[in-house]
């Protein structure tokens, strides 16, 4: 027993050239159209991931820029204990 690969149910099936030719032709096409759909999704997703993460970069500097700002020490604090000394 031969396992059944494409070429041999194609060349088996006993039909003409042409239909063989048509259906060869269509799966290719689908295969063609299945790669470029995953390429599509592929970049899709790729995109989403990296405007995402400059998002997120940028919303976290702005964080880190905010609380720099709040630990700064005021002035008032200084003038209180160089006034103390």
């Known amino acids: 027993l031969r396992c059944c690969t494409a070429p041999s149910v194609v060349t088996d099936g006993g039909g003409s050239g042409g239909e063989a030719a048509a259906e060869e032709r269509s799966l290719y096409i689908m295969r063609v159209v299945q790669i470029a759909v995953m390429c599509v999704l592929a970049l899709t ?24 700002k709040d630990r700064r ?12 000394y």
């Open 45 to 68: 997703v790729v995109f989403g991931i990296f405007f995402l993460g400059c998002n997120l970069l940028i919303k976290s500097e702005g964080m880190i820029n905010f609380l720099v």
């Open 73 to 84: 020490p005021s002035k008032e604090v200084e003038a209180v204990v160089v006034g103390s």
